[in-house]
Nanobody, 124 residues
Framework: QVQLVESGGGLVQPGDSLRLSCAAS????????MGWFRQAPGKEREFVAT????????HYAASLKGRITISRENAKNTVYLQMNSLRPEDTAVYYC?????????????????WGQGTQVTVSS
């Protein structure tokens, strides 16, 4: 059974940084594209970032570009999301997802597997 387990969320102040991690129990992790999405209360789940099989194939939500970086460490079956200069509007549950097609994609429906999410709260 495939499991994606997010960690690294928490309560932070505006301007702080966080690094989220997602550990995947995928035998061929390196073949998967990985994505991060987030869902704020009362809102739809939205795309944050994605990385393909190639680590230089990344794509970011336009509203977040410049403040976030997605990366992966295939030896550890882990994908990361570095978030800087956090704002209250970044408050959400952050989910990681895996896409067996291997190409970075912004579409939720392209992803085969999802984690349970980790809460990020930005508040003073």
């Amino acid at each position: 059974q495939v499991q994606l387990v997010e960690s690294g969320g928490g309560l932070v102040q505006p301007g702080d940084s966080l690094r989220l991690s997602c550990a995947a129990s995928l035998r061929t992790f390196s073949n998967y594209a990985m994505g991060w999405f987030r869902q704020a209360p009362g809102k739809e789940r939205e795309f944050v970032a994605t990385i393909g099989r190639r680590v230089d194939h990344t794509h970011y939500a336009a509203s977040l570009k410049g403040r976030i970086t997605i990366s992966r460490e295939n030896a550890k079956n882990t994908v990361y999301l570095q978030m800087n200069s956090l704002r209250p509007e970044d408050t959400a549950v952050y989910y990681c997802a895996a896409d067996s097609q291997g190409l970075p994609t912004t579409r939720l429906t392209d992803y085969d597997h999802w984690g349970q999410g980790t809460q990020v709260t930005v508040s003073s």
